[in-house]
């Protein structure tokens, strides 16, 4: 008999009784890091019957060990003014608005909501990568428009990182170098150039443009508006078309269009009779042609140079030709409905939010008149928690300069602040918890809201506290990162905000 046969098995064991005995080692601690305790059995440690893991707390508790819960209302402010009703299970939104009228915070954007069949209802969502892509947003677009009427992905950027993946709208750019707040090229950015997503895009001697809707849910298709945000330099020409059709000069020579150099183009399409167009419009029971007359807008610009240039009509796709331009900066392109919800996703990888009280106070201004927002959400702090840290007022006070900077613009808007989300961390056993710096952000931002007098939602209470991202990745709806969702984890957090957002809807109709 071959005596090595046995071999790889003693090999084997000695090396699962070597780990296990290395269990049993005292903590080390490097620096100020302390390294990772080995333990092979941690995958197969008990859960509970929603996946969580209970071991280490059963260990913790059999030791006499006081279980660290930092509660995230530790950091002291002042109760909300107003508390709306909630169903048994909710976290709901905290309004601290103090004004003498009696009106909370979160009515401005619940009143516009009445007035959705007549004018577009804007919402902002600023965030981190956690929105990147469209996640999260695509489906509170979908819900709401659904809901509440609306076409469109709304504004969109001339180009990011995530055009590739996202799946709302097909984006194909060439001959633009981009710029935006967190470039790591830090020198190519110029603040005071930004738009109002935090990013500009300069043409290079020819750059092109192409935006199409998409399949995605049931309102991103077609659209009755698209209209580019650009600066104009001298000797720009810039030409538009939709639909494939040729492109034809909408601004030349750095020079507005006068109304009779307007361009037109005239579109026939045969529907079927009977209920409703792609626009909503009611279509009668016999067959009918249907003409749809599409037009651009003159530019509008204003007296720092900020222009828009809208085409209208049933829009299924958006190009763009820009020419002798390198001294004109591009925004983006808004592709929506002339009534409706609109759903802006401006998302900005690595980002703490500060940059949004960089974006120049004349810039924010300007666009507010042409997109003037019923609801701003602000929602970062993935980048900022971290696990040493418990103060986060450096943090916080630089953020409420942002969301100060976005009420002087933005005086009719509902501002809501969104908490930091779920994130989870190995400790030195091995076992994931979420990380401290995560409750200790959350309650600076909470603290943050209450002393701006703004509305603030939990997200890390609504999505189930400790343990929930690691719930989220057993049931595929994260990454293993144990810190972004996925699409349908965003999918999953979309229908949460979106029963909170109408509750409130429903308290104040009760209200009113």
Same mark, same amino acid.
């Given at each position: 008999?071959?005596?090595?046969?046995?071999?790889?098995?003693?090999?084997?064991?000695?090396?699962?009784?070597?780990?296990?005995?290395?269990?049993?080692?005292?903590?080390?601690?490097?620096?100020?890091?302390?390294?990772?305790?080995?333990?092979?059995?941690?995958?197969?440690?008990?859960?509970?019957?929603?996946?969580?893991?209970?071991?280490?707390?059963?260990?913790?508790?059999?030791?006499?060990?006081?279980?660290?819960?930092?509660?995230?209302?530790?950091?002291?402010?002042?109760?909300?003014?107003?508390?709306?009703?909630?169903?048994?299970?909710?976290?709901?939104?905290?309004?601290?608005?103090?004004?003498?009228?009696?009106?909370?915070?979160?009515?401005?954007?619940?009143?516009?909501?009445?007035?959705?069949?007549?004018?577009?209802?804007?919402?902002?969502?600023?965030?981190?990568?956690?929105?990147?892509?469209?996640?999260?947003?695509?489906?509170?677009?979908?819900?709401?428009?659904?809901?509440?009427?609306?076409?469109?992905?709304?504004?969109?950027?001339?180009?990011?990182?995530?055009?590739?993946?996202?799946?709302?709208?097909?984006?194909?750019?060439?001959?633009?170098?981009?710029?935006?707040?967190?470039?790591?090229?830090?020198?190519?950015?110029?603040?005071?150039?930004?738009?109002?997503?935090?990013?500009?895009?300069?043409?290079?001697?020819?750059?092109?443009?192409?935006?199409?809707?998409?399949?995605?849910?049931?309102?991103?298709?077609?659209?009755? @508006?698209?209209?580019?945000?650009?600066?104009?330099? !001298?000797?720009? !020409?810039?030409?538009?078309?939709?639909?494939?059709?040729?492109?034809? @000069?909408?601004?030349?020579?750095?020079?507005?269009?006068?109304?009779?150099?307007?361009?037109?183009?005239?579109?026939?399409?045969?529907?079927?009779?009977?209920? &409703?167009?792609?626009?909503?419009?009611?279509?009668?029971?016999?067959?009918?042609?249907? &003409?749809?007359?599409?037009?651009?807008?003159?530019?509008?610009?204003?007296?720092?140079?900020?222009?828009?240039?809208?085409?209208?009509?049933?829009?299924?796709?958006?190009?763009?030709?820009?020419?002798? $331009? !390198?001294?004109?900066?591009?925004?983006?392109?808004?592709?929506?409905?002339?009534?409706?919800?609109?759903?802006? !996703?401006?998302?900005? =990888?690595?980002?703490? $939010?500060?940059?949004? $009280?960089?974006?120049?106070?004349?810039?924010?201004?300007d666009f507010a008149k042409r997109?003037?927002?019923?609801?701003?959400?602000?929602?970062?702090?993935?980048?900022?928690?971290?696990?040493?840290?418990?103060?986060?007022?450096?943090?916080?006070?630089?953020?409420?300069?942002?969301?100060?900077?976005?009420?002087?613009?933005f005086p009719n808007a509902s501002?809501?602040?969104?908490?930091?989300?779920? =994130?989870?961390?190995?400790?030195?056993?091995?076992?994931?918890?979420?990380?401290?710096?995560?409750?200790?952000?959350?309650?600076?931002?909470?603290?943050m809201a209450a002393d701006k007098?703004?509305?603030?939602?939990?997200?890390?209470?609504?999505?189930?506290?400790?343990?929930?991202?690691?719930?989220?990745?057993?049931?595929?709806?994260?990454?293993?990162?144990?810190?972004?969702?996925?699409?349908?984890?965003?999918?999953?957090?979309?229908?949460?905000?979106?029963?909170?957002?109408?509750?409130?809807?429903?308290?104040?109709?009760?209200?009113?």
């Amino acid at each position: 008999m071959n005596k090595n046969i046995w071999k790889p098995f003693i090999t084997t064991a000695l090396v699962i009784v070597v780990l296990l005995a290395m269990f049993f080692l005292p903590h080390i601690t490097v620096g100020d890091k302390e390294l990772r305790r080995i333990n092979i059995l941690s995958d197969i440690e008990r859960r509970d019957s929603e996946g969580n893991i209970l071991a280490e707390m059963k260990a913790d508790e059999a030791q006499g060990i006081e279980v660290d819960k930092f509660d995230s209302t530790a950091v002291k402010v002042n109760k909300p003014v107003y508390v709306d009703s909630i169903p048994e299970g909710m976290t709901g939104i905290e309004d601290f608005a103090d004004n003498d009228n009696g009106e909370r915070e979160m009515d401005k954007f619940y009143a516009a909501l009445s007035e959705v069949k007549e004018r577009p209802v804007r919402i902002a969502y600023y965030g981190d990568s956690y929105i990147e892509g469209d996640i999260l947003t695509e489906d509170l677009r979908d819900m709401l428009q659904t809901r509440f009427g609306g076409s469109g992905v709304g504004f969109v950027d001339i180009y990011t990182v995530t055009s590739g993946f996202r799946k709302t709208v097909w984006t194909k750019a060439k001959g633009w170098s981009d710029h935006n707040a967190n470039d790591p090229k830090s020198k190519r950015f110029n603040k005071t150039l930004q738009g109002i997503s935090g990013r500009y895009f300069i043409p290079q001697s020819t750059a092109s443009l192409e935006m199409k809707g998409s399949k995605y849910g049931t309102h991103l298709d077609t659209v009755s @508006t698209a209209t580019v945000f650009f600066t104009p330099g !001298n000797g720009l !020409n810039l030409a538009a078309s939709i639909n494939g059709e040729e492109l034809k @000069t909408v601004y030349a020579n750095g020079g507005l269009l006068e109304t009779h150099d307007e361009v037109s183009y005239v579109t026939e399409t045969v529907v079927k009779g009977g209920g &409703t167009d792609s626009l909503g419009n009611e279509i009668p029971a016999d067959t009918v042609k249907v &003409t749809h007359e599409v037009h651009s807008d003159v530019a509008e610009q204003s007296s720092n140079g900020l222009a828009s240039k809208t085409l209208h009509g049933r829009i299924g796709r958006f190009s763009l030709q820009a020419k002798n $331009g !390198n001294a004109s900066r591009f925004y983006g392109v808004a592709l929506e409905g002339k009534s409706g919800i609109v759903l802006d !996703n401006f998302s900005m =990888r690595a980002s703490n $939010g500060w940059f949004i $009280g960089d974006i120049p106070q004349k810039t924010l201004a300007d666009f507010a008149k042409r997109r003037p927002y019923d609801l701003i959400i602000v929602h970062f702090g993935l980048n900022v928690a971290n696990s040493k840290q418990k103060d986060y007022s450096y943090y916080t006070d630089r953020m409420a300069n942002s969301i100060a900077h976005l009420k002087a613009q933005f005086p009719n808007a509902s501002i809501l602040v969104i908490g930091v989300g779920d =994130r989870e961390e190995k400790d030195v056993d091995g076992n994931l918890h979420t990380m401290p710096g995560v409750r200790e952000l959350i309650s600076y931002q909470r603290k943050m809201a209450a002393d701006k007098k703004v509305a603030f939602w939990n997200l890390y209470e609504a999505m189930g506290g400790d343990g929930s991202i690691s719930l989220m990745v057993t049931h595929k709806q994260a990454n293993l990162d144990y810190t972004h969702i996925n699409f349908a984890g965003g999918k999953k957090l979309a229908r949460i905000l979106y029963d909170v957002l109408m509750n409130g809807k429903e308290n104040y109709d009760k209200r009113k």
